[in-house]
């Protein structure tokens, strides 16, 4: 037993309901009980997709279990095949169903599906989750799909460079992009947009909006772009040992990862690099079209970005993307990086091992927020669940990763991956902290009592509650129900030296969203020094003591 109050994932049936939603032609029988059709909503409401996810529940009651629910579930089998007729059929069931051990698989296995292809999923509730599900459904569909076009042992595997000698441009897979991952529908178009302009033709697209007609053409491509390795990773995995192909495995996330993907894909697919293209022309000189994240973290509105200490967590894909992004092309200092996607944790601590720091792998959000309020950060790069806790310490937030809310699928434009997607990072990792001139005048003029310690006018709505207008002030009206935002210092814990006056008042000159931190320094140098009150003196001695 674990006490849970939010998951950062599903359980693994709903990975395979996104395998089946992503697709054209699969249809999803799932042993359920009533009630799991809510997860219907996670693609009609936060997807906002204009037709139900093709699943059809067995939706068991109570009083079926003294029944024969395996009864239910070829019943149900034959009537979806028939409504739907699709092209291939996953069955599977949900975590009670698991319990209840029908086998719907090797149920629908003993049946006449009139000849089309069936997986039968072994997904394990207890102990595995949502995108594990959405891999092992993966996997498990292209498997099944390529199994007679499976090369005999020892055949020699095609060269990915052979599109020279069939005289076409060469060609490749993308692989991983579904429904609920993280901005696919628009890094999709941005990627294949990349792939163009560079001569190179996109394939199959898998398995957002695939049939699976098109994963029997997967081993016609040169390459495998295995662009979300949660997903795609083992079945990329599987077609480089089956079949010989390649895999590009650079997530192309930030200028740097952009340009270190299109040198892979050059690579594996002996091509020469485009005169006038990439290392050609410095990326992000201010007239260079391709993006303007890097001349924009270079201008100067951008010098009071860096060394902003920043908290990262999310899934592994994107939480080691931003950590490069941040660290190598924004100027942060990375106080924090870790991740829930247990299966890719040795990739989270070798990105974080190469900052300095230790990774946080957990999928207890307790345990992140408590390290987020340990690292003190100014910015905080993280999921929903991040976006929750930063707000409950006033620390600004940007969401970079499923899971996602509905303002994570949004109308416009937004890709994360390729030069547009860097653009789209440093506005919406910019945009939460206070302004440079803000944060300027904030330091010098503490009194005013609109632009109050904490308060990021550029995101509108009012003043915090705990700014202080100076006493005499006119009061401003304030509207009822005002967001109360705390500002980013954390109580003394029991048994820290105490605060003198004069140590308080010092303490009140430093700019909020370092204060926190400056609190801390001084208290761990008092109780170093074995000084039980803290005074103005105090202070400055443990700032020179920690700048030392
Ligand atoms: S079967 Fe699993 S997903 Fe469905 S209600 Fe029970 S715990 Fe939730």
């Given at each position: 037993m674990e006490l849970t109050l939010w998951t950062y994932e599903g359980p693994p049936h709903v990975g395979a309901l996104r395998i089946a939603a992503s697709m054209q032609g699969v249809h999803y029988v799932l042993h359920a009980p009533q009630g799991d059709t809510y997860a219907d909503l996670l693609f009609t409401m936060i997807e906002r997709r204009d037709r139900r996810p093709p699943v059809t529940y067995t939706t068991f009651q109570a009083r079926d279990l003294g029944g024969d629910t395996a009864e239910l579930v070829k019943r149900t089998i034959t009537e979806a095949v028939e409504r739907f007729q699709p092209e291939a059929l996953l069955v599977g069931e949900s975590c009670t169903a698991e319990l209840i051990q029908d086998q719907p698989g090797a149920l629908a296995a003993g049946m006449d599906l009139g000849g089309i292809p069936m997986v039968s999923l072994e997904l394990p509730a207890y102990s595995k989750k949502e995108n594990w599900g959405a891999a092992e459904t993966f996997y498990q569909l292209v498997r099944q799909l390529l199994a007679d076009q499976l090369p005999a042992p020892g055949t020699p595997a095609p060269s990915p460079q052979r599109w020279r000698q069939e005289g076409r441009r060469p060609r490749v897979n993308l692989l991983g992009p579904s429904l609920l991952g993280f901005r696919c529908r628009d890094d999709v178009r941005e990627v294949s947009r990349l792939l163009g302009a560079e001569g190179i033709d996109v394939s199959v697209v898998a398995p957002l909006d695939a049939r699976p007609a098109d994963l029997q053409r997967i081993p016609a491509a040169d390459a495998n772009v295995c662009l979300y390795p949660e997903v795609a990773g083992p079945v990329c995995s599987w077609l480089e040992r089956r079949f010989g192909q390649p895999v590009?495995?650079?997530?192309?996330?930030g200028v740097g990862a952009t340009t270190a993907f299109l040198a892979e894909l050059r690579q594996v697919l002996g091509m020469e690099e485009p005169a006038g293209s990439s290392a050609a022309a410095e990326p992000g000189d201010a007239g260079d079209s391709r993006s303007r994240l890097p001349w924009y973290s270079r201008s100067v509105d951008s010098t009071y970005l860096t060394g902003k200490r920043v908290f990262i967590f999310a899934d592994a894909t994107h939480a080691i993307a931003a950590a490069r992004v941040a660290s190598q092309e924004l100027g942060f200092q990375v106080v924090g990086l870790g991740s829930y996607s247990r299966e890719l944790a040795r990739e989270v601590r070798a990105a974080a091992k190469e900052l300095g720091l230790e990774a946080l792998i957990t999928d207890d959000y307790l345990a992140v927020e408590r390290a987020m309020a340990e690292a003190m950060p100014e910015l905080v790069l993280g999921t929903q669940m991040e976006r929750h806790s930063a707000k409950r310490l006033g620390i600004p937030c940007a969401v970079i990763s499923a899971p996602l809310h509905v303002q994570d699928v949004p109308a416009r434009h937004a890709p994360q991956m390729g030069w547009e997607g860097a653009n789209e990072l440093f506005d919406s990792w910019v945009h939460p902290l206070m302004m440079g001139l803000e944060e300027h005048l904030i330091g010098m003029f503490r009194h005013d009592f609109e632009f109050v310690e904490g308060h990021r006018s550029h995101l509108g709505g009012s003043p915090p509650a705990g700014g202080q207008p100076p006493a005499g002030a006119a009061q401003p009206q304030e509207p009822a129900a005002a967001t109360a935002v705390a500002t980013a210092v954390a109580p003394s814990p029991a048994g820290a030296p105490s605060w003198d006056p004069s140590g308080e008042a010092e303490l009140a000159k430093i700019p909020f969203f370092v204060r926190g931190k400056v609190r801390r320094n001084t208290e761990a140098y008092a109780r170093d020094h074995g000084l039980a009150r803290i005074d103005s003196e105090a202070l400055y001695a443990a700032k020179a003591h920690f700048s030392a």
């Open positions: 590009v495995r650079t997530v192309p996330i």
